[in-house]
Nanobody
Framework: VQLQASGGGLVQPGGSLRLSCAAS????????IGWFRQAPGKEREWVSC????????YYADSVKGRFTVSGDNAKNTVYLQMDSLKPEDTAVYYC????????????????????????WGQGTQVTVSS
């Protein structure tokens, strides 16, 4: 079971990027995928989640209205479309199997509840800068 985030890069403020979370060794169509990020010197932050079973999604307040998460079961991939990017979005982004429920945002508002991202793969660097 392996998930790998990719698609990061350098983008100017106001720009867009689409991150991919590709699965190998299992299918995503019955799983929930979470996105987290961590910037240097800052705490881990929950960003969004996607339920492959019913296509429901939830977002942190800091990204709501700018980020959109979606899934493509045929490609076994979940995407995080990031628009109107801001410098404060700069971080390493990680994806992993996680819960995706109406209360997920509130649960992760306590940073102590965020998972140790060391087991979530290398992540992908997103840098928003002019």
């Amino acid at each position: 079971v392996q998930l790998q985030a990719s698609g990061g890069g350098l983008v100017q403020p106001g720009g867009s990027l689409r991150l991919s979370c590709a699965a190998s060794g299992f299918t995503l169509d019955v799983l929930n995928i979470g996105w987290f990020r961590q910037a240097p010197g800052k705490e881990r932050e929950w960003v969004s989640c996607f339920s492959s079973m019913d296509s429901s999604s939830y977002y942190a307040d800091s990204v709501k209205g700018r980020f959109t998460v979606s899934g493509d079961n045929a490609k076994n991939t979940v995407y995080l479309q990031m628009d109107s990017l801001k410098p404060e979005d700069t971080a390493v982004y990680y994806c992993g199997v996680d819960m995706c429920l109406p209360g997920t945002k509130d649960y992760y508002s306590d940073h102590n509840n965020t998972p140790d991202l060391g087991s979530w793969g290398q992540g992908t660097q997103v840098t928003v800068s002019s």
